[in-house]
Every structure is written in C-alpha cells, then in structure tokens.
C-alpha cells in the first residue's frame, strides 16, 4: 500500500511528557500537511511543508509545537509539555506538487493523542 | 463568518434510498475548490469528490454527486443508493486559491443507512 502513513496510531501520555509523530506521504507528493480534528469536530489546518521548507503555519501552532521535514520526505510534529487541550486527532495529508485547488489531500489515518 | 457550514449534525436515510447532504461555503475568492470527505469510525479522512469554482457541470463520482449552485454558494452532495457502509461522519471543505494550500472543513454530518 502506498498511501500516506502515520506512527503510531495511538499515544497516551501524562501532562507535560514530550510527545512526538511520524508522517510518511505519498512517495511522489511534495507538498505535506497536518491537520488537528478535535471529537465532533473538522479537521484544523496546522502547517504546510512544500519539500522541506515550512511554508505555511495556523496561530493554532503555538510555541510548543513544532513540525520538521528535513528531507523533503517524511515529516514529524513534535508537541512539548502537553496539556489535556492537546487530546485530540492529528492528521498528515500530502498532495501532488502543483498549484491549483484542484488537486485533493490524501489523508493518513491519523494519530490519536489523548493527554492524562 | 463561517466558511463552511453543514447544518445537519445528524441524517438517517433508509438502505437503497439516496441522501443530500447539504453544504453552504463563503468567500469572495473566484478561484476555489470543494470537496467532500467521508470519515469513517476507523478516523481515515477518505476523498470523496471535487468541484472547481469554475466547472460548469456538476461533479459525479460513481454513486456519489455534487449539487453545486454558485449563486447561492452551496454544493451539496448527493449519495444514491446508499448502503451500510456509507455509515460515516462526511465532511464538505473547501481550498480558496488566495489562502494558500490549506482546507478548511466544516463542522461534519454522521450519516446513518438504516436497513
């Protein structure tokens, strides 16, 4: 299968521990999103990587999050001293690298945080 | 204001029936796109079908269709002969050109096919 993947699937984790996820995209996708989506909500736009450079990022992104591609491949968002506000969904997307609003994002399943 | 608003938290249709699933947007983009994502209770964000601000005709995919009336910013999907497994969460978003390459979602509808 080669859709977009995540690890890992669930992380529990006490308040204040750091915690951090994996995105693999769709091998020939450039352009790599994340996504939050709270209970009973749509996702949220977090931050957008084209390659490896960061081009886009929500004020939903506060200081203690931080996402890297470094190598234009897979990304990783790194969440320090987590808050019970942090519980939630995060979801990794990429798309071909074309700028048009046809091209849809290829949804991962997700990584499911939940913050004791 | 909302950019996308899905007005119906809840829908039940009956096995075999079709549904609409209604969707208004807002913007003062010209160029735009909207798509329609279906969630099933396993958290995968599943593509579903697109519509381009610019299309004339509306989008179909298989059993799946978009109403899309510009004038009044709405693009509701249409699902026919709807099956079990077309018991989702369904989420419409949409991609203006001018914001960059986010989607912004609305709020969703749980769809339940009732046999």
């Known amino acids: 299968d080669t859709g977009v993947s995540q690890d890992p699937r669930h992380k529990i984790t006490k308040r204040g521990q750091n915690v951090t996820f994996r995105c693999d995209p769709i091998?020939?996708?450039?352009?790599l999103y994340w996504y939050r989506q709270t209970l009973g909500q749509g996702p949220e736009f977090l931050t957008y990587?084209?390659?490896?450079?960061?081009?886009?990022k929500s004020r939903l992104l506060s200081d203690r999050f931080s996402a890297e591609r470094p190598k234009g491949s897979f990304s990783t968002l790194e969440i320090q001293r987590t808050e019970q506000g942090d519980s939630a969904m995060y979801l990794c997307?990429?798309?071909?690298?074309?700028?048009?609003?046809?091209?849809?994002?290829?949804f991962g399943p997700g990584t499911r945080l939940t913050v004791t | 204001a909302q950019k996308i608003t899905q007005t119906q938290p809840g829908m039940f249709v009956q096995e075999k029936e079709a549904v609409t699933l209604d969707c208004t947007y807002d913007?003062?983009?010209?160029?735009?796109?909207l798509f329609w994502y279906k969630q099933p209770s396993s958290g995968e964000m599943i593509f579903l079908i697109y519509q381009g601000s610019y299309d004339e005709q509306n989008a179909t995919e298989g059993r799946y269709s978009l109403n899309f009336q510009k004038a009044r910013k709405s693009a509701n999907l249409v699902i026919s002969a709807s099956q079990l497994g077309d018991s989702a969460m369904y989420f419409c978003?949409?991609?203006?050109?001018?914001?960059?390459?986010?989607?912004?979602f609305g709020a969703g509808t749980i769809l339940r096919v009732k046999s």
């Open positions: 913007t003062s983009d010209q160029s735009y796109g």
């Open positions: 978003a949409m991609r203006e050109r001018k914001e960059g390459n986010k989607l912004v």
């Open positions: 091998s020939e996708h450039n352009r």
């Open positions: 997307a990429s798309s071909p690298n074309r700028d048009s609003t046809i091209y849809e994002q290829y």
């Open positions: 990587f084209q390659n490896e450079a960061q081009l886009e």
